[in-house]
Structures are given as structure tokens and as C-alpha cells.
């Protein structure tokens, strides 16, 4: 009887996203935006790289984990821009099974990876401002390249299990997925297996990665910020919060929209606002990082200068 349930269920081969509508003018507008967009935040994220790479003076570590925050928004929107910019243009919008869950894989690794690249960040700044002493000893080439390495490899292996048990769930006939990407809760309503489990797992997870990298990031700027105001000279003070509220301001807008996606047991929310607050994280933090990063920072800005003066 196993095997007839089995044959029971049409295996889907692929899935259609319906996308953010089906109105050519608006479509058209949304492909513009997105692709300027896009476009901006890869060069934007290369200058970082390129610009850290050449410049000696930028060799510390907050430079060097600037970088491998840049390389990560450029893995992570390609991820998922350059599928929205051909359905956009495209009659038929689908993706493959394999394709969807390879997306919804370097999705949910990258995000992964990110959360904990900006508690690490938060960490250097932390030894920086609060432990200036110390910051030599505390921060070595060592200790930076086993926390860069540590975020990227735990972020890799943090994608596996949502993925896996997505992969397993028994899709039926239907296979219409109301979003602009494979994310993992459009998925799951569309299953027709019972995915209590699943998502309970998901959500501990989740739950796990987002609110421990969250709660490690928010102490450390506690620290610094309570740090900052016994510093008595107000430019003093003025010079150090600025380098510290930049990164702040991208882990808020990073954490809010992830944490009111994803920790939360009943994925109930409307789909146009679920694409709305994944617009915010696949789309515009990306490009918020070398924006908030680069402008913000006056040793960026000098060693860009130089590197321009010099080609």
C-alpha cells in the first residue's frame, strides 16, 4: 500500500513562482530598479575588497572582516538577484526541484554566515574600544583568521538541515510558490506531507543562530556604547561612536527584518508583506553595507583617494 500512496503522489519537477506581479509596466519597473540596484551593490562591494586588498594601511583586522563582508553580499544577492531579473522579464517563471533547493541552501547558509560575520565584527570593535591594551594581543592574525573561517564553515554547515528536511517533505500537483524565491516558508505551505516537525526544527534553529548572534552583537555595543561616555573629551567620544554606529545601524535593519521573518512558529504572515521584508534583506542590505561602511569612515575614504591619485 506504500508503494501506491507513493505513486498516488505526482513528484513535482519544478516550481513556478508567481513573483511580484503579473503587470508588464510594473514589471518592467521592477526589473529597472533592481538591476540598478544589483549592479550597485557588486560594485560597491568589489571597491571594498579591492580597496582593503591594495591599501596597507587598511590590513587590520576590522578592514579584513569589511571584506569578507562584502565578498558575502555579493554570494548572497547573486543568490537571488539575477533569478528575480530573468522571471521579471520571463512569461514562464519557474525553477527546477533541484535549483529551488539549491537556492533556498546558499540562502539560508549565507544569511547564515552573515549573522555570525556581524557578531564578530561587533566582537573586534568591542576589543577595539573597550580593551584598547589588549586589542594587540587579543585580536592576532590568528584569532582573526579563526574567526573568519569559523563564521564562513559554521554558516555552511548551519544551511544543511533546513535544507534537508525541505528536500524530503512530498510536494503534490500543486506547485506554486507565492514568492519571488525559494524561502522556506512559501515551501512549506505548499507541501502536502504534515510539516510540524519541520517547521518546529526550523524554527529552534533559527531561533538558535539569529537570537545568539543577535543577543552577542547587541552586549558588545552595549559595552562600547557605556564605554564611549566615560571618554570626557566630546570629540573623543564623537570620533569613537561613529566608527561603531555605522556597523550598527546595519545589524538593526539585518537582525529586524530576518528576526521578524523567521523566529516566529506560525509562518502566517500575508505573502505581499513577506516579499516586502524579503526585498529589505536579499535585496537593499546588501547594498546598505558598502554605502553605511565606506561613507561613513574617513581611513576608507583617505585610502580610496590614494588608490584613485595612484592608477
Not at 558575502?72 to 525553477?95: G, N
Not at 536579499?282 to 561602511?293: A, C, M, R, S
Request: with cysteine.
Amino acid at each position: 500500500s506504500s508503494f501506491e500512496e507513493m505513486t498516488n503522489v505526482t513528484t513535482v519537477l519544478e516550481f513556478r513562482l508567481l513573483g511580484f506581479t503579473s503587470n508588464p509596466h510594473c514589471q518592467i519597473l521592477l526589473f529597472t530598479v533592481f538591476l540598478v540596484i544589483y549592479i550597485l551593490t557588486i560594485l560597491g562591494n568589489i571597491i571594498i575588497i579591492l580597496v582593503v586588498t591594495l591599501e596597507p594601511q587598511l590590513h587590520s583586522p576590522m578592514y579584513k572582516f569589511l571584506k569578507n563582508l562584502s565578498f558575502l553580499e555579493v554570494c548572497y544577492t547573486t543568490t537571488i538577484v539575477p533569478k528575480i531579473l530573468a522571471d521579471l522579464l520571463a512569461k514562464r517563471k519557474s525553477i527546477s526541484f533541484s535549483g529551488c533547493m539549491a537556492q533556498l541552501y546558499y540562502f539560508v547558509s549565507l544569511g547564515a554566515t552573515e549573522c555570525y560575520l556581524l557578531a564578530v565584527m561587533a566582537y573586534d570593535r568591542y576589543l577595539a574600544v573597550c580593551e584598547p591594551l589588549h586589542y594587540g594581543v587579543a585580536m592576532t592574525a590568528e584569532t582573526y583568521t579563526l574567526l573568519a573561517v569559523g563564521s564562513w564553515v559554521t554558516g555552511v554547515f548551519t544551511g544543511f538541515l533546513p535544507c534537508l528536511m525541505v528536500s524530503r517533505l512530498h510536494f503534490c500537483s500543486y506547485n506554486l510558490i507565492d514568492h519571488f524565491f525559494c524561502d522556506i516558508s512559501p515551501l512549506l505551505k505548499l507541501s502536502c506531507s504534515d510539516t510540524a516537525v519541520t517547521e518546529a526544527v526550523i524554527f529552534i534553529l533559527s531561533l538558535l543562530v539569529l537570537s545568539s548572534c543577535f543577543v552577542l552583537t547587541l552586549v558588545s555595543y552595549l559595552l562600547i556604547i557605556l564605554s564611549i561616555l566615560k571618554i570626557p573629551s566630546a570629540s573623543g567620544k564623537r570620533i569613537t561612536f561613529s566608527t561603531c554606529s555605522s556597523h550598527l545601524m546595519v545589524v538593526t535593519i539585518y537582525y529586524g527584518t530576518m528576526i521578524s521573518m523567521y523566529v516566529r512558529p506560525t509562518y502566517n504572515l500575508s505573502s505581499e508583506l513577506n516579499k516586502a521584508v524579503s526585498v529589505l534583506y536579499t535585496v537593499v542590505t546588501p547594498i546598505l553595507n558598502p554605502v553605511i561602511y565606506s561613507l561613513r569612515n574617513k581611513a576608507f575614504k583617505k585610502a580610496l583617494e590614494k588608490i584613485v591619485i595612484r592608477y
